[in-house]
């Protein structure tokens, strides 16, 4: 199984600065995609296969990285944009990082 | 529009079972994989099971293995979680999901919770 390990575990960032949320994996993967959640909603899919960002997904976000270490970026982070972060990879069985919390300053 | 729409659970007594269905709209059913996922609450999110368009396919997480059994009748559009043995540890938001070929989950119902507790 191939464990993921996302840091921060939590966060706080102001308007308009930049963040960034790390995921390494215990194994290289071809991939990592990321997920959106806010309280009481579902996840939602944010960054798909590595830098490719989902359907109204803001171009503010960012994706990237190989191998064993992948990212998520915020260019000047806004309000709407606190939430918790999930990477995930895509070899069986599926796994999911822990989470990054992202709490607004 | 794609929905995904669990149903089926409530709270059972550890060690007894619980069936949960997920019913699909908006999209071709029988061409996708499909998965069940939970959240523990306050936690973070547990891939559970997958099972592929024509259910020649299936995996799941090693924690469920033996007890659950993912199906699905695409005459009907729906996806099952057949829930034996449960234990506390169970206990979680079940969300159904639909994957990509990059094992990427592009839809999410809006879960079903389930609680084994005496």
């Known amino acids: 199984e191939i464990v993921l390990t996302q840091s921060p575990t939590t966060m706080t960032a102001s308007p308009g600065e930049k963040v960034t949320i790390t995921c390494r994996a215990s194994s290289s993967v071809s991939y990592m995609h990321w997920y959106q959640q806010k309280p009481g909603a579902s996840p939602k899919p944010w960054i798909y296969?590595?830098?490719k960002l989902a359907s109204g997904v803001p171009d503010r976000f960012s994706g990237s990285g190989s191998g064993t270490s992948y990212s998520l970026t915020i260019n000047n982070m806004e309000a709407e944009d606190a939430a918790t972060y999930y990477c995930?990879?895509?070899?069986?069985?599926?796994?999911f990082g822990a989470g990054t919390k992202l709490e607004l300053k | 529009e794609v929905q995904l729409v669990e149903s089926g659970g409530g709270l059972v007594q550890p060690g007894r079972s619980l069936k949960l269905s997920c019913v699909a709209s908006?999209?071709?059913?029988?061409?996708?994989?499909m998965n069940w996922i939970r959240q523990a609450p306050g936690k973070g999110l547990e891939w559970v099971a997958y099972?592929?368009?024509?259910?020649?396919?299936?995996y799941y997480a090693e924690t469920v293995k033996g007890r659950f059994t993912i199906s699905r009748d695409n005459a009907k559009n729906t996806l099952y979680l057949q829930m034996t043995s449960l234990r506390s540890e169970d206990t979680a938001l079940y969300y159904c999901?639909?994957?990509?070929?990059?094992?990427?989950?592009?839809?999410w119902g809006q879960g079903v919770m389930v609680t084994v507790s005496s």
């Open positions: 999901a639909r994957r990509v070929n990059t094992g990427y989950f592009d839809y």
């Open positions: 099972i592929s368009s024509g259910s020649s396919y299936i």
């Open positions: 995930q990879q895509w070899n069986y069985p599926y796994t």
């Open positions: 296969e590595t830098s």
């Open positions: 908006g999209f071709t059913f029988s061409n996708y994989g």
